[in-house]
């Protein structure tokens, strides 16, 4: 079964410090893929930065980067020079490759992310 | 272009009402889902159309009935709901996974949905 835990219920960074959101997860198939969303207050479901097992290099996404750590299943989410806009509820999830035939996008709890002017 | 849609952005409805949820996407996906999300919760999987045919259904109650006419729409019929079923609906799309090893999804605005 498909497992991702965010351990970070809420945060407070600074604007223009750098900030880590933890993420581990936990899967037995070889294939899969590994999202980050960021959720405003209007709910919309924002798409950010994608990781698939097989890729050589961490993602990066403009501010965004993914410290993609396989062997301890590991996959955190880096925002340098945070802004205040983004303060935000953010989300991993993942979902398991071709050799499972569930094709579900399971979510963590996610973290509630606060920038402070 | 990576917009899905999604219709009406917000619902009322009373407990003997009919409605749908309509979401739409024109990126050539061929996996489409339906999640529930209550506040401050992260969203839960209720169905999977997968080359425009149910391949999960999460234990879902029959109130809620998923429809994929084609592969660009995928729309939510609701009857007969109850207030605990208020919630935001958000629909999500994505390349099939069994065609690439693993994609992005992306997820329209969502509808927020008030039962009374």
Known sequence: ?117 | DTEVTQTPKHLVMGMTNKKSLKCEQHMGHRAMYWYKQKAKKPPELMFVYSYEKLSINESVPSRFSPECPNSSLLNLHLHALQPEDSALYLCASSPRSDRVLNTEAFFGQGTRLTVV
């Open chain 1, 1 to 117: 079964a498909q497992k991702i835990t965010q351990t970070q219920p809420g945060m407070f960074v600074q604007e223009k410090e750098a900030v880590t959101l933890d993420c581990t997860y936990d899967t037995s198939d070889p294939s899969y893929g590994l999202f980050w969303y960021k959720q405003p207050s209007s709910g919309e479901m924002i798409f950010l930065i994608y990781q698939g097992s097989y890729d050589q290099q961490n993602a990066t996404e403009g501010r965004y980067s993914l410290n993609f750590q396989k062997a301890r299943k590991s996959a955190n989410l880096v925002i340098s020079a945070s802004q205040l806009g983004d303060s935000a509820m953010y989300f991993c999830a993942m979902r398991e490759g071709p050799m499972n035939r569930d094709d579900k996008i399971i979510f963590g709890k996610g973290t509630r992310l606060h920038i402070l002017p």
